[in-house]
């Protein structure tokens, strides 16, 4: 039983086109992740949500857009996509944000989707 | 210059030696979290800490706030333990606050 789990895994498509990566989780976790490695296998945060609030917001090109029906969910649609999107995505999930307070151990340990590799061609 | 520095970029053993990854930060943190990249993609969290050290069956990691510095160190390791290991900061201060900054991970290779 996938802990969080994303959809598709791969995802190959042409410049231009709108797409959406699913992810839930199933932990009953309070805060989703969105995280984008590139080419060179560099992690960086896109952002996150707690309780459907928006907390974190890098600076992503407003093409991409997070959505969260519920607390289970965090959906990544991309808009207009450009060859430099093509990178895989992540999702994750933890019991807390990691944003400032003071969580008890191991509340903020991160657990991580398994990826979801889009193509841009 | 990154904000989270890894060292070594590549590392290969023979199975059965100890290994020592090493992490080294420039800004004010909160926490440290080691993760594990599988060959396959998928990613594994394995230690958050912000203080001492956590052991972990054969894995412990360590850090000093003083210093800025943090290593995962795996005794007698494994093939099995051949993964790229990333560790990443969560910011203190700032408009990073709460974000996780990460290194450009440790790529480790166990032969038999």
């Known amino acids: 039983d996938t802990a969080v789990s994303q959809t598709p895994k791969y995802l190959v498509t042409q410049m231009g086109n709108d797409k959406s990566i699913k992810c839930e989780q199933n932990?009953?976790?309070?805060?989703m992740y969105w995280y984008k490695q590139d080419s060179k296998k560099f992690l960086k945060i896109m952002f996150s949500y707690n309780n459907k609030e928006l907390i974190i917001n890098e600076t992503v090109p407003n093409r991409f857009s997070p959505k969260s029906p519920d607390k289970a969910h965090l959906n990544l649609h991309i808009n207009s996509l450009e060859l430099g999107d093509s990178a895989v995505y992540f999702c994750?999930?933890?019991?807390?944000?990691?944003?400032?307070?003071?969580?008890?151990?191991?509340?903020?340990?991160?657990?991580f989707g398994a990826g979801s590799r889009l193509t841009v061609l | 210059k990154n904000e989270v520095e890894q060292s070594p970029q590549n590392l290969t053993a023979q199975e059965g030696e100890f290994i020592t990854i090493n992490c080294s930060y420039s800004v004010g943190i909160s926490a440290l979290h080691w993760l594990q990249q599988h060959p396959g993609g998928g990613i594994v969290s394995l230690f958050m800490?912000?203080?001492g050290k956590k052991k972990h069956g054969r894995l412990i990691a360590t850090i000093n706030i003083q210093e800025k510095h943090s290593s995962l160190h795996i005794t007698a390791s494994h093939p099995r333990d051949s993964a790229v290991y990333i560790c990443?900061?969560?910011?203190?201060?700032?408009?990073?606050?709460?974000?996780?900054?990460f290194g450009k991970g440790t790529k480790l290779s166990v032969k038999p």
């Open positions: 990443a900061v969560r910011s203190k201060y700032g408009g990073s606050q709460g974000n996780l900054i």
């Open positions: 994750a999930s933890s019991q807390h944000g990691l944003a400032g307070g003071n969580p008890p151990p191991g509340a903020n340990v991160l657990t």
């Open positions: 800490l912000s203080s």
């Open positions: 932990l009953g976790h309070d805060t």
